[in-house]
């Protein structure tokens, strides 16, 4: 449904532009000439970096993680210059691309992919004819533009590959690569048939070896995509995935096939020992007597949706429950709270970060007290007021959460009443490192309320 979807998107937005870009409206009966656009995107694929933010002349365009892309965004006809720089929390910038110019009309599509380390980076641009740049309000649906597609090698981990791009059912054994691409290379434009399901796998070049399988999906008229070889930081060990970049952003292809993790937290405070079952309450759970205040280890899951069931240790009566996608290569935490006793007991699943950062820390806040109700969380310089600085995570109710990269340091952490400097927690003292990922989470007394609240601070353990 998205890929069908997809096409009334860009067509939208095309008609959007047809009807007041140059192509004249009625205005009091005389015509009205609206601003033309094209379409520019930034996509970010340097791994061992955080934060990429991108300037259009004067304004900023986006600020992203990792593979992370834009929408292809309208931008009004005209000359401008792109600047995207590296943007870590000590505000040193590194520039990554200063003043290239971008002549922008009507019928362009200008992508930047940003590859490479954050010792060796490299800039790919690829300029296109926007794929709807010949449709207009008038023309059938059966007559918009084929599907296509362009392969981007940016894997830092990954020699020269063969891409398959091939009917699903196709025999890798027999087939013949689409393309074999080094790191950099991009492919030219290439259509597909909409009527046909696809599947990606790369091999190394000359080599039958799968080393990513995208799964079967579908395509449609009026999309384009950019498939993308990036690194990947995943529980399964695969060192390489593709994403599918869209006019939407970057996707998973929501077939691949690759492992999947998930782990459970137990912070539901009168609920001492949990088991969780992914599907029936039936059988041996998938994670039997949590106790309260642990997360477990990740243990691996299979792909696809997923009912999830929490109950008390040995009892069959569900306290929570909930359904949840699970796509493959991700570490998924499963945080359980609320209260079993009011049956107000549910549960979030976070993606969870599985890639180190050069010379910078990520940390994940994760509000899990029911008692608290509405909280700020503040990390500041040893000393320094909270009154200083604007919180990490403001308003936190039950579950919320967010992810911060830091630089490398001493802090004191503070936990308030939201929009008050009624202190709940703090100065709580917390060092990280360099490269290190961490959990900080706020949690009730077992019992609960009137019990004090605590943050559980986690060093995480990543992937090799």
Same mark, same amino acid.
């Given at each position: 449904?998205?890929?069908?979807?997809?096409?009334?998107?860009?067509?939208?937005?095309?008609?959007?532009?047809?009807?007041?870009?140059?192509?004249?409206?009625?205005?009091?009966?005389?015509?009205?000439?609206?601003?033309?656009?094209?379409?520019?995107?930034?996509?970010?694929?340097?791994?061992?970096?955080?934060?990429?933010?991108?300037?259009?002349?004067?304004?900023?365009?986006?600020?992203?993680?990792?593979?992370?892309?834009?929408?292809?965004?309208?931008?009004?006809?005209?000359?401008?210059?792109?600047?995207?720089?590296?943007?870590?929390?000590?505000?040193?910038?590194?520039?990554?691309?200063?003043?290239?110019?971008?002549?922008?009309?009507?019928?362009?599509?200008?992508?930047?992919?940003?590859?490479?380390?954050?010792?060796?980076?490299?800039?790919?641009?690829?300029?296109?004819?926007?794929?709807?740049?010949?449709?207009?309000?008038?023309?059938?649906?059966?007559?918009?533009?084929?599907?296509?597609?362009?392969?981007?090698?940016?894997?830092?981990?990954?020699?020269?590959?063969?891409?398959?791009?091939?009917?699903?059912?196709?025999?890798?054994?027999?087939?013949?690569?689409?393309?074999?691409?080094?790191?950099?290379?991009?492919?030219?434009?290439?259509?597909?048939?909409?009527?046909?399901?696809?599947?990606?796998?790369?091999?190394?070049?000359?080599?039958?070896?799968?080393?990513?399988?995208?799964?079967?999906?579908?395509?449609?008229?009026?999309?384009?995509?950019?498939?993308?070889?990036?690194?990947?930081?995943?529980?399964?060990?695969?060192?390489?995935?593709?994403?599918?970049?869209?006019?939407?952003?970057?996707?998973?292809?929501?077939?691949?096939?690759?492992?999947?993790?998930?782990?459970?937290?137990?912070?539901?405070?009168?609920?001492?020992?949990?088991?969780?079952?992914?599907?029936?309450?039936?059988?041996?759970?998938?994670?039997?007597?949590?106790?309260?205040?642990?997360?477990?280890?990740?243990?691996?899951?299979?792909?696809?949706?997923?009912? #999830? &069931?929490?109950?008390?240790?040995?009892?069959? +009566? =569900? @306290?929570?429950? %909930?359904?949840?996608?699970? $796509?493959?290569?991700? !570490?998924?935490?499963?945080?359980?709270?609320?209260?079993?006793?009011?049956?107000?007991?549910?549960?979030?699943?976070?993606?969870?970060?599985?890639?180190?950062?050069?010379?910078?820390?990520?940390?994940?806040?994760?509000?899990?007290?029911?008692?608290?109700?509405?909280?700020?969380?503040?990390?500041?310089?040893?000393?320094?007021?909270?009154?200083?600085?604007?919180?990490?995570?403001?308003?936190?109710?039950?579950?919320?959460?967010?992810?911060?990269?830091?630089?490398?340091?001493?802090?004191?952490?503070?936990?308030?009443?939201?929009?008050?400097? #009624? &202190?709940?927690?703090?100065?709580?003292?917390? +060092? =990280? @490192?360099?490269? %290190?990922?961490?959990?900080? $989470?706020?949690?009730? !007394?077992?019992?609960?309320?009137?019990?004090?609240?605590?943050?559980?601070?986690?060093?995480?353990?990543?992937?090799?």
């Amino acid at each position: 449904m998205r890929n069908r979807c997809l096409g009334v998107v860009l067509l939208g937005v095309l008609l959007g532009a047809i009807s007041g870009c140059g192509a004249g409206g009625e205005d009091e009966g005389g015509p009205v000439v609206l601003p033309r656009q094209g379409l520019i995107r930034v996509v970010h694929v340097m791994p061992d970096a955080g934060r990429m933010t991108s300037f259009l002349s004067s304004s900023v365009f986006s600020a992203g993680q990792y593979a992370e892309a834009t929408v292809l965004q309208p931008e009004l006809v005209g000359q401008y210059v792109m600047n995207i720089l590296l943007t870590p929390p000590d505000n040193i910038s590194t520039t990554l691309i200063e003043n290239e110019p971008v002549d922008l009309t009507d019928d362009d599509e200008v992508s930047f992919f940003m590859l490479g380390s954050t010792a060796s980076p490299q800039t790919v641009r690829v300029d296109n004819i926007d794929i709807a740049a010949n449709v207009t309000s008038k023309t059938p649906p059966a007559s918009y533009p084929l599907p296509d597609f362009q392969i981007l090698h940016g894997a830092t981990r990954t020699g020269a590959a063969d891409v398959y791009v091939t009917d699903a059912a196709a025999d890798l054994a027999t087939a013949t690569p689409t393309a074999t691409v080094d790191f950099g290379d991009v492919t030219p434009l290439k259509q597909q048939d909409p009527a046909v399901t696809y599947r990606v796998r790369v091999t190394p070049a000359g080599s039958k070896t799968v080393l990513y399988d995208s799964g079967s999906f579908a395509t449609a008229r009026l999309q384009r995509s950019m498939y993308l070889l990036l690194d990947n930081f995943g529980p399964g060990g695969e060192s390489l995935r593709v994403a599918n970049v869209t006019a939407f952003g970057a996707e998973d292809f929501p077939n691949q096939t690759m492992q999947t993790a998930m782990r459970v937290a137990n912070m539901i405070p009168d609920a001492p020992v949990i088991d969780v079952y992914l599907g029936a309450v039936t059988g041996t759970p998938a994670f039997q007597n949590v106790a309260y205040g642990v997360t477990t280890a990740y243990q691996n899951v299979a792909n696809g949706e997923v009912t #999830v &069931n929490i109950t008390r240790a040995g009892d069959a +009566a =569900v @306290a929570a429950t %909930g359904k949840i996608t699970v $796509v493959g290569g991700q !570490a998924l935490s499963v945080y359980a709270s609320g209260l079993d006793a009011d049956d107000t007991a549910r549960f979030a699943s976070l993606v969870e970060s599985q890639r180190r950062i050069n010379d910078q820390a990520q940390a994940r806040f994760v509000v899990a007290a029911p008692s608290a109700g509405g909280i700020d969380m503040y990390l500041v310089s040893p000393g320094q007021p909270i009154s200083d600085a604007p919180p990490v995570l403001a308003n936190g109710q039950l579950l919320a959460n967010t992810s911060v990269n830091l630089t490398p340091a001493s802090y004191d952490l503070y936990v308030t009443r939201t929009g008050t400097s #009624v &202190n709940l927690i703090g100065p709580e003292p917390i +060092a =990280v @490192a360099g490269d %290190g990922v961490y959990s900080i $989470v706020l949690l009730d !007394a077992l019992g609960g309320a009137p019990g004090p609240l605590s943050v559980q601070f986690t060093p995480e353990t990543l992937p090799p």
